[in-house]
């Protein structure tokens, strides 16, 4: 039999369309994120629309605020995260959890991280990522990934893959976690020099995000918070570490022939469909009817210890 090694086969690497490495700045109500996707460097790369990886510390959050048509995908790093929005949903997330959110029509939530005991901060990364034009208004849905349903590839003495959407090393994720096809992988490296390779789908965007250390791909270093984003001229990503304890997320999505028309949170196909949703928030219409009375119970901080009640009765 194969081993798990030699089942992330990759004949040919994707050149590097651009790199660089992420600035952070403030976002929300007093938290700070290292921001690539969305900024002027790289104003989106379809299906993306921002990635950031945020860092925040109560009582600072992100208070209630608007979403259309986009997906968003949060993963908890560390410390906590807890949700809320205005159709009643709530939730913590945990480190390793991630929350797979349709906005569709219409939501407004509010994410604000979870007073931790030992006074840590939570950090994460958080994806926007657009929808079919054909799906912008579909109704919000959520998908919470609980760490604990995430395949762990172990490819090497050195090496660990989470296969959080996809296929990777022989392993493959739980499926239909959101409507436009992603795939998320996050790389775990112990030591320096250490081998990695992920096939990625033909008509997938594909960047790498460097969390924590240094990688080489096609003898260049790409050091710590780079954003490596690749032409589709290839079947994948192949490199090595250049540094120990590295950590970094290859992630790809299906890339549709469709116009981007963005207004912060709010996407769609035309000039006039974004001036209809802004419209729809302002009045309460369309979706948004609970906009203008919904308050969050979660406004008021989460503590550790108030985390139980946030969560399925398994945990």
Known sequence: MPSEMSLNVVNKVRSVLKHFVAIEQSEGAGALVKRSIGTGQMRNFPP?????NFEVTPPAGFPEHPHHGQETITYVLRGMMA??????SKGVLRPGDLQFMTAGQAIVHSEIPVKMDNGESTQGLQLWVDLPNDMKN????????RREEIPLATPSDSL????ISGESYGLKS???LAYTPVEFYHF?????????????????????YVMKGSINISNKEYPEFSTIFFKNDGDGVKGFTTSDDAEFAVISGKYFNQKVVQYGPFVESSRENIIDVIQNYQ???????????????IKSGVTESEVQQYLPKSD
């Not at 993306?48 to 950031?52: E, N």
């Not at 009045?283 to 119970?297: D, I, L, M, Q, Y």
Request: charged letters at 25%; a neutral charge.
């Open 283 to 297: 009045n309460g219409a369309n979706g948004f009817e609970n906009a203008k009375t919904w308050s969050p119970v």
């Open 83 to 88: 949700h809320e929005d205005f159709t009643g």
């Open 48 to 52: 993306f629309l921002m990635l950031d």
């Open 160 to 163: 660990k893959v989470k296969v």
């Open 174 to 176: 739980l499926a239909e």
């Open 188 to 208: 775990i490296a112990s030591k320096k020099n250490t081998e990695f390779a992920q096939p990625l789908q033909d008509q997938f965007s594909s960047f790498i």
């Open 138 to 145: 579909v109704k919000p849905r959520y998908r919470d990934l």
